[in-house]
């Protein structure tokens, strides 16, 4: 069955090799980045510009080819974005966790299919185990079942979660988690209700 499958990426990898090295750009990101512009088509809401990186997506794009980050850089990335989140400022960190789960199910939102007007999703479901009744969810991030359990529920393990939600790289450098806040994905009301799904002892995600 995967025969097919690996036959075409075969030959698409054939067909882009030679283009890359004659470009000189073989195995780069350079190499990557001028694939994407020749291949990005800009579509409704999804414009060119989701080819900008910020200073840190292109430091963490520099590594798996150019020099390795240095722990200056690592330091300098933690430092940027702690500084970028905003705790809210009635310092209640927990919202409602059914609004939560429904959060964390829904990978609506910057899609050129999606209605820009209506608030995006978390998808935390692509990456995490959460509650043990969904069944379908993806293993990039660890398994978030049982966290508040595991966690407790004190005041800063409320705010660890709040910031880790709102910006990831404030605390793993080069994270693949999206930094949920600090990019206008969740607002402060709905990062809340999915801090409450992970820590509110009622949440499906504490339950046994
Ligand atoms: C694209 C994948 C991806 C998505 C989507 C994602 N995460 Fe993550 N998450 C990760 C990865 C990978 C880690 C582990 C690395 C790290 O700590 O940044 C992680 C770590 C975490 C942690 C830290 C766990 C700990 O033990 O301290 C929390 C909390 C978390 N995610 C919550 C969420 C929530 C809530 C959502 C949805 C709003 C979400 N994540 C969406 C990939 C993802």
Redo the contacts with the bound molecule.
């Keep these: 069955m995967n025969r097919a499958f690996t036959l075409a990426g075969l030959i698409g990898a054939a067909i882009m090799l030679p283009a890359l090295a004659s470009a000189g750009l073989a195995g780069t990101n350079d190499g990557a980045a001028a694939v994407l512009q020749q291949s990005f088509t800009a579509k409704g809401q999804a414009g060119m510009d989701r080819l900008d990186q910020d200073d840190v997506q292109r430091l963490c794009s520099r590594a798996p080819d150019g020099p390795a980050l240095s722990e200056k850089e690592y330091a300098e990335i933690m430092a940027s974005e702690e500084a970028s989140i905003r705790y809210p400022a009635d310092g209640q960190y927990l919202g409602d966790w059914r609004a939560g789960e429904k959060?964390?199910q829904n990978g609506k939102g910057f899609q050129s299919s999606d209605d820009p007007t209506q608030s995006s999703g978390?998808?935390?479901y692509?990456?995490?185990q959460l509650a043990k009744g969904e069944v379908a969810y993806?293993t990039?991030?660890?398994s978030?079942y049982l966290?508040g359990k595991l966690r407790g529920n004190d005041a800063e393990t409320q705010r660890?979660?709040y910031a880790?939600?709102y910006n990831?790289n404030a605390?793993?450098p080069c994270?693949?988690?999206?930094r949920?806040g600090h990019k206008g994905i969740?607002d402060e009301q709905q990062i809340k209700d999915?801090v409450a799904?992970?820590l509110d002892p009622q949440s499906p995600v504490n339950a046994e």
């Design positions: 959060i964390a978390g998808n935390c692509a990456c995490h993806g990039i991030g660890p978030l966290y660890y979660t880790k939600i990831s605390f793993l994270s693949s988690m999206p949920f969740l999915v799904l992970l």
